[in-house]
């Protein structure tokens, strides 16, 4: 049991339980950053993500958009598995590609040309869903595309929440099985990682009591780019 891996999920359980993605997006930077390689958070972070997105879907499935679930699984999910096998299967740097695209994710606010295109590839949904797959399966980093599409849609609060977290939720299982099944890594199994995967619906479940009702979203939306782009200049340099 690691501190550093411990505090990590603490805060990114914090995100997730609040907007559906988070120990994913915030956690494998991180990860990074503390220097562990991208296969193992991999087995930290997907059973996490896993349990927290479960218990949030738990009382919410009339909530989903089920149409764009539907495309989504259509078009990310086959991509995010070929991916992923590329990725693992080949000697590339996934640091300056999480880097790279956490900058660049970050200053779609700030700076119009990158806006521009986020906005033009939201219009094409296939098309952003299947670019969404490609960087879910090199980087781990799919959700903050992910979110960038659902809080594009006129929906409420809960089922932007409910659609995001049943999209990533299928996302960690398909990593999941492509990470078991093709390249044979039980690991997952390993019992000293279960305190990492309790520790996820244990935030949860005290986030949804007392902070998520109260989240202010615009906030959290300023807040995390600055994070983003702080981790993806760290990830750029260090490579």
Same mark, same amino acid.
């Given at each position: 049991?690691?501190?550093?891996?411990?505090?990590?999920?603490?805060?990114? #359980? =914090?995100?997730? !339980?609040? *907007?559906?993605?988070?120990?994913? +997006?915030?956690? @494998?930077?991180?990860?990074?950053?503390?220097?562990?390689?991208?296969?193992?958070?991999?087995?930290?972070?997907?059973?996490? !993500?896993?349990?927290?997105?479960?218990?949030?879907?738990? &009382? &919410?499935?009339?909530?989903?958009?089920?149409?764009?679930?539907?495309?989504?699984?259509?078009?990310?999910?086959?991509?995010?598995?070929?991916?992923?096998?590329? @990725?693992?299967?080949?000697?590339?740097?996934?640091?300056?590609?999480?880097?790279?695209?956490?900058?660049?994710? #970050?200053? %779609?606010?700030?700076?119009?040309?990158?806006?521009?295109?986020?906005?033009?590839?939201?219009?094409?949904?296939?098309?952003?869903?299947?670019?969404?797959?490609?960087?879910?399966?090199?980087?781990?980093?799919?959700?903050?595309?992910?979110?960038?599409?659902?809080?594009?849609?006129?929906? !409420?609060?809960?089922?932007?929440?409910?659609?995001?977290?049943?999209?990533?939720? @299928? *996302?960690?299982? *398909?990593?999941?099985?492509?990470?078991?099944?093709?390249?044979?890594?039980?690991?997952?199994?390993? %019992? +000293?990682?279960?305190?990492?995967?309790?520790?996820?619906?244990?935030? *949860?479940?005290?986030?949804?009591?007392?902070?998520?009702?109260? =989240?202010?979203?615009? &906030?959290?939306?300023?807040?995390?780019?600055?994070?983003?782009?702080?981790?993806?200049?760290?990830?750029?340099? %260090?490579?």
């Amino acid at each position: 049991m690691a501190f550093d891996i411990l505090i990590t999920i603490f805060f990114t #359980a =914090i995100v997730q !339980s609040i *907007f559906g993605t988070g120990v994913l +997006l915030f956690g @494998t930077p991180i990860l990074l950053i503390l220097g562990y390689n991208f296969q193992y958070a991999l087995i930290i972070l997907l059973p996490t !993500s896993i349990l927290i997105n479960f218990f949030q879907l738990k &009382n &919410n499935f009339n909530k989903i958009d089920i149409q764009f679930y539907k495309r989504l699984f259509l078009f990310s999910i086959p991509l995010i598995i070929l991916f992923l096998y590329f @990725t693992n299967s080949n000697s590339i740097r996934i640091n300056l590609f999480v880097g790279i695209f956490l900058v660049i994710i #970050a200053l %779609k606010e700030n700076i119009l040309s990158i806006n521009r295109l986020m906005k033009l590839l939201i219009k094409y949904e296939h098309l952003y869903l299947m670019i969404m797959g490609i960087i879910h399966g090199i980087t781990n980093l799919g959700g903050a595309l992910l979110s960038g599409i659902v809080f594009s849609k006129d929906l !409420s609060k809960e089922s932007k929440r409910a659609t995001i977290a049943i999209c990533y939720l @299928t *996302f960690a299982i *398909f990593q999941i099985t492509t990470l078991i099944i093709i390249f044979n890594n039980n690991n997952f199994l390993n %019992k +000293l990682n279960f305190i990492y995967w309790i520790l996820g619906p244990v935030i *949860f479940f005290i986030v949804e009591k007392y902070i998520y009702f109260r =989240i202010n979203e615009k &906030n959290y939306i300023d807040y995390s780019n600055f994070f983003l782009f702080v981790m993806g200049l760290i990830l750029i340099i %260090k490579n």
